[in-house]
């Protein structure tokens, strides 16, 4: 069932070298990781305390003191260490490893001698272990350090830290399962099903993949658990400090734990929890050959990026609760689109992608990587977006309590600050996310353009070769063998949605026609050494716009350019935005400007403003017939929108009226 090979090896068989990506890259090895560590040791002045290092200091009796941060404080510290483990993989860095097997020894100091591992639990709560999982995230910081622990033992080969949570893992079987005085049950929280699928990857324990199994087989399952433990403690929450009404199986809905997951038709519930059980259900799906999940999989993905995705690749439209609402529900102005949430759905698409290779699956994870979480990261690396708006009044931000989680500017660090580590191990793991491949079919595929050297081991034998890509600016890949066996294999490059069809194959010069197979163009032959593959996709500016029922968006549209949406900034449109229209009938004017924060492709286009020089201040409504002028016309530029709010605190939208004289 599962391969105890180390599973991320392909992890070093892959590397970045892209002039788009590798500033990110270093971005993040150079300035993020750091930054991130001292904010974890509260170094950052007025940012909010992380708590996280001296948690561990005080669970280790290093120190004395009292718990600070949330009740998952832990998963912050974990998944900077599962960052650290992606960086050196692909960059070796002999300080930053001591820095991580320091912390990583504090860890196990920490660790109980039965194998237990929470530092809330520790400090605070000694002996209430697994009597609140409901709201208390044990598994879920479990979970984390279960990643970091696998990614850093494949990058360094050290067992240090995968020993812990092996040791962990194993304590935690023999709590949870359907055995007399077993605790049939789950978080609340959704995380470890997924990493224990990444355990049981780089240790060969199938024990790990049937505990997983067994999280997601009993989530819903009746009676309902979390609705008895809160019985069990009489609504007594951890959060409040007092008792709460006792939750109805329906409100269950908020965990994804109302019903079982098969039976489940639409994302409900907290987004984050959501898709990374999600994740962990095709990472099942695909290892048992499980049916039913691989159709609720299929079902779930459906509705979450077809009814409630935004243009952006953001999911989760409501602040209250971090959540999903109901189908077609996604205001811009009050949208939550949480970082963490994005990176989920991205998780989510690389294991369907893994099931099955549809270039559904590689458009979404473009889309949410391209727009909404590399724009949640300021360009210097250290300040941050939890929220990703598609509308910012800065005013509103402020002074409005409905909009104020809506922040107009990238803050340095939050009290709950899952974002900004969960983004550091993301983009240091990106190499894992461009191909696919599959031995019995002899095929490799192409998911992102994304300049990369690469090697897969196929039936046929070993393929090697470079991706060149000029994306997002330009249409233009180029992929040049460089070890090819002696039989036929297949690549297959996806046809990206955004390219409308038009994409052309040549192969040494020559073009070449393609069989399209689920989104892919594939080409089997008897591949040669220095065959190069020139594979040339329209890359054209367009309007877009949104399906009638998305009420916030009527009689709007978006700008949209290759894999990137872009947007109005106050700074090049001036304000207010809301007044802003665009003439849709004209031919967008592209254009590179170098001098834009590292250089980027603008977009130019004709456009009206509301007339408001004949308002005085106090007129807030007059007769539509009072009007001189209905608009003037103003000439609008947009910008990516992974780089807005990187020049100043101001208006910004995505979504634009459409207008005319």
Not at 57 to 75: H, K
Not at 112 to 130: D, R, S, V
Not at 354 to 382: C, H, P, T, W
Request: aromatic letters at 12%; proline letters at 4%; one cysteine or more.
């Amino acid at each position: 069932m599962v391969n105890s090979s180390r599973t991320q090896e392909a992890m070093t068989k892959i590397r970045i070298q892209d002039s788009f990506w590798d500033p990110f890259m270093e971005l993040v090895r150079g300035t993020v990781i750091p930054y991130q560590w001292d904010a974890l040791n509260d170094a950052i002045a007025d940012a909010e305390p992380s708590y996280a290092i001296r948690n561990f200091r005080i669970a280790a009796g290093l120190e004395e003191g009292e718990f600070g941060g949330f009740i998952f404080q832990d998963s912050d510290l974990a998944k900077w260490l599962e960052a650290v483990g992606y960086s050196l993989a692909n960059t070796p860095d002999p300080k930053l490893e001591q820095t991580a097997d320091e912390v990583i020894e504090l860890i196990a100091k920490a660790q109980h001698e039965n194998g237990y591992l929470n530092t809330y639990f520790t400090i605070k709560e000694p002996g209430q272990a697994w009597t609140n999982l409901y709201e208390a995230h044990e598994l879920y910081c479990a979970g984390h350090m279960m990643e970091a622990a696998v990614a850093y033992y494949n990058a360094t080969g050290k067992r240090k830290l995968l020993d812990v949570v092996c040791k962990f893992a194993d304590y935690i079987e023999t709590i949870f399962g359907r055995e007399p005085g077993q605790i049939r049950g789950y978080d609340g929280h959704q995380e470890i099903e997924l990493a224990l699928i990444k355990l049981a990857q780089a240790t060969g324990e199938e024990r790990y993949v049937r505990l997983a199994q067994f999280f997601i087989d009993e989530r819903g399952a009746e009676p309902n658990f979390l609705v008895e433990e809160c019985k069990q403690r009489e609504g007594y929450s951890y959060w409040t400090q007092k008792k709460q009404p006792i939750p109805s199986v329906a409100q269950m809905a908020y965990n994804q734990a109302d019903k079982p997951v098969r039976e489940q038709e639409v994302a409900i519930g907290h987004s984050v929890r959501a898709v990374y059980m999600y994740t962990a259900m095709a990472d099942l799906a695909r290892l048992t050959g499980d049916q039913d999940l691989l159709t609720a999989c299929r079902r779930l993905w459906d509705n979450t990026t077809k009814k409630q995705m935004y243009i952006t690749g953001g999911i989760g439209s409501t602040h209250h609760g971090e959540a999903f609402t109901f189908d077609y529900d996604m205001p811009n102005d009050t949208v939550y689109a949480e970082t963490c949430a994005s990176i989920g759905l991205i998780f989510f698409a690389q294991r369907m992608l893994q099931l099955e290779a549809k270039s559904e699956y590689a458009d979404i994870m473009e889309r949410a990587l391209f727009n909404n979480v590399i724009g949640s990261m300021s360009q210097d690396g250290k300040h941050y977006f939890y929220v990703n708006p598609l509308e910012v009044w800065p005013k509103a931000s402020v002074l409005n309590p409905g909009r104020r989680h809506v922040k107009a500017e990238r803050q340095k660090w939050f009290g709950c600050s899952c974002c900004p580590p969960n983004v550091a191990r993301l983009l240091s793991s990106l190499n894992s996310y461009i191909y696919t491949s599959s031995a019995a079919h002899n095929t490799v595929y192409t998911h992102l353009f994304i300049g990369s050297e690469a090697r897969f081991e196929l039936a046929v034998g070993e393929v090697a070769f470079t991706q060149q890509s000029k994306l997002p600016w330009e249409g233009y890949v180029r992929i040049e063998l460089t070890l090819a066996p002696q039989e036929t294999f297949t690549l297959a490059l996806r046809i990206p949605s955004w390219s409308h069809g038009g994409a052309v194959m040549k192969i040494n010069g020559v073009l070449t026609a393609y069989a399209t197979v689920n989104g892919y163009a594939s080409v089997e032959r008897q591949w040669q050494q220095g065959d190069i593959v020139e594979w040339e996709l329209a890359v054209k500016a367009q309007l877009t716009i949104a399906h009638p029922e998305i009420r916030a968006n009527a009689g709007k549209v978006a700008i949209e350019r290759g894999p990137l949406v872009y947007c109005l900034e106050e700074v090049d449109n001036g304000t207010p935005l809301a007044t802003v229209s665009i003439d849709v009938m004209q031919q967008l004017q592209v254009n590179y400007e170098a001098s834009l924060l590292g250089g980027a492709v603008v977009i130019e286009a004709e456009g009206y403003a509301n007339e408001s020089a004949s308002w005085s201040e106090d007129t807030p409504y007059r007769p539509l017939t009072q009007q001189q002028q209905v608009s003037e016309r103003v000439k609008l530029k947009a910008v990516p929108y992974y780089l807005w709010g990187n020049r100043g605190v101001g208006e910004m939208t995505v979504w634009i009226r459409k207008g005319s004289m």
